[in-house]
C-alpha cells in the first residue's frame, strides 16, 4: 500500500484555515466531501466519531503530527485528508508541541486489516524527519502530492 493510494488527491488542504482541533478535524472531514470520498450525508456523523475518537485519547503522536481516524460504514472506500498548519495547532499531543501536519484516515468499517495497513504506511513515512520537515514546508496541494510520489517511491532519507 502506498500514500498515494491512501490520500485522496482532491482533499488536500495544504494551508488549514482552522485554528484548534476540532476546527482542523472538520475542515478535513469537509476535504473528503468535496473529493468525493464521503457522501455529504455522512458528514456530520463521521465529524461526531473522529471527535468523539479524539476525546478518548489524542492522534497528536508528538514531532508535530497527528492522524485523527475513524472508520464508518457509510465510507465508500478508504481515503485520507491531508492537513497542513502554518501556525500549529494545540492537538493534546503526546509530546505537547503543537501539530503542523494532520493526516485524518476514514475506512469502511467493514476493512479494519485495510485500516490498520494505511495507519502503519502513514505512521511509517511521518516518522521520518526528512518527510515530516518537507510536509511541513509543503505550501500548495501540488507540492504535498509530489512530496507523497516521493514517498511511494522511497526516494527521501530519514
Known sequence: MKMRDIVAQGAIVARLKANTRDEVVAELVDALVTAGVLPAANRDEVLRLALERERKGSTGFGK?????????????????????????????????????????????????????????????????????????????????????EDADGQTLGR
Open 64 to 148: 508535530g503530527v497527528a492522524i485523527p481516524h475513524v472508520k464508518h460504514p457509510g465510507s465508500v472506500r478508504m481515503a485520507a485528508a491531508v492537513g497542513v498548519s502554518q501556525s500549529g495547532i494545540d492537538f493534546n499531543a503526546l509530546d505537547k508541541q503543537p501539530v503542523y501536519s494532520v493526516f485524518l484516515l476514514l475506512s469502511p468499517s467493514s476493512n479494519p486489516e485495510s485500516h490498520l495497513r494505511a495507519m502503519e504506511v502513514i505512521f511509517k513515512n511521518l516518522s521520518r524527519d526528512t518527510f515530516r520537515r518537507l510536509l511541513r514546508q509543503s505550501s500548495t496541494a501540488e507540492d504535498v502530492w509530489e512530496l507523497l
